[in-house]
């Protein structure tokens, strides 16, 4: 970390943060607690994208396989809706 010494600005990297950090902001995230940008504030991270990266590589959707699935309807819902 490197730290300026006007503003106490501390700038992270990605090495900065451990598996269980990362996993602790993705659980909290998947429980619907916070969102990205609270969790930025929070946690003082720079970028929601940083947490985006955390969510696919650490979290439960399954961001290989994520397809638009189109079902269509029969006959009775069709009525109902």
């Known amino acids: 970390m490197k730290t300026s010494e006007k ?7 990605q090495k900065d943060y451990s ?3 990362k996993l602790q902001v993705v659980q ?7 969102s990205r940008t ?6 003082g991270i720079q970028a929601k994208s940083t947490i ?8 439960n ?3 290989e ?3 638009p699935i189109t079902m269509v309807k029969t006959p009775e819902q ?3 809706s």
């Open 7 to 13: 503003a106490g600005y501390v700038k992270r990297t």
């Open 28 to 34: 909290e995230m998947e429980l619907g607690e916070l």
């Open 19 to 21: 598996v269980s950090f």
């Open 38 to 43: 609270e969790a930025c504030l929070k946690y």
């Open 61 to 63: 959707f399954d961001w």
């Open 65 to 67: 396989n994520q397809l």
């Open 78 to 80: 069709k009525y109902l």
């Open 52 to 59: 985006r990266e955390w969510l696919r590589k650490y979290g």
